[in-house]
């Protein structure tokens, strides 16, 4: 069965602290990997997809890396208002999008 | 150019009322998915959809719950006979001709909160 995991489930930074978040992932097939983010009582926002391994996008303080296996969402010196949920998700070729539970970031000033 | 647009944003039903939820999706896009999403979990697809008709189903509960994108206006998710369990926040989201299954832009969600 197709799967996506997000680790940590919560990660609490101080401003300025860079760190990573990890997403996994074992599919069939992959077509594509993206990447949101999710403020609270607020929609989903598309940030990136990535399709190939050794692929890479950027978008301000933040990263994006696609390996066979996984993906890493790398935040260089956030700020608070990068405090956010992000969620990763895979289409395996299909009509559906399967998103894991997401890891909530803090980030303290 | 308007995102996509979901309403009402929070609905509260009785246990054995009805709950419509509607969602236009961006301009010039012709895919819908719906979404639903509890607390503290993941977004869980329920149901694609083009125009007049559904491609995709997998998600949706057998029993209460059915979609439609018709011809003209929003698409709708309407769930019969709600229960407490049914109570979480419900995506739209839709993509271009040609990226299904690719990135999709969503709407606010509604928070449906059954009583």
């Known amino acids: 069965e197709d799967q996506v995991t997000q680790s940590p489930e919560a990660l609490r930074l101080q401003e300025g602290e860079s760190s990573s978040l990890n997403c996994s992932y074992t599919?069939?097939?992959?077509?594509?990997l993206f990447w949101y983010r999710q403020d609270p009582g607020k929609g989903p926002e598309f940030l990136f997809t990535l399709y190939s391994a050794g692929e890479e996008k950027e978008k301000e303080r933040l990263k994006a890396t696609l390996t066979k296996k996984e993906s890493f969402l790398h935040i260089t010196a956030p700020k608070p208002e990068d405090s956010a949920t992000y969620l990763c998700?895979?289409?395996?070729?299909?009509?559906?999008?399967?998103f894991g539970a997401g890891t909530r970031l803090f980030v303290k000033a | 150019n308007a995102g996509v647009m979901q309403n009402p944003r929070h609905l509260v039903r009785r246990r054995g009322q009805e709950a419509r939820l509607r969602c236009s999706p961006m301009k010039g896009h012709s895919h819908v998915y719906w979404y639903r999403q509890l607390p503290e979990e993941g977004l869980k697809f329920m149901v694609y959809?083009?125009?007049?008709?559904?491609?995709?189903e997998s998600g949706m509960p057998k029993e209460r719950f059915s979609a439609e994108f018709p011809k003209e206006g929003p698409s709708i998710l309407r769930i019969q006979q709600v229960v407490r369990g049914d109570s979480a926040a419900y995506f739209c989201?839709?993509?271009?001709?040609?990226?299904?299954?690719?990135?999709?832009?969503f709407g606010p969600g509604t928070r449906l909160t059954v009583t």
């Open positions: 998700a895979v289409n395996t070729g299909g009509f559906k999008t399967i």
């Open positions: 959809l083009q125009k007049e008709n559904i491609i995709d």
């Open positions: 989201a839709s993509s271009p001709p040609g990226a299904q299954g690719y990135e999709q832009y």
């Open positions: 599919v069939s097939g992959l077509r594509g």
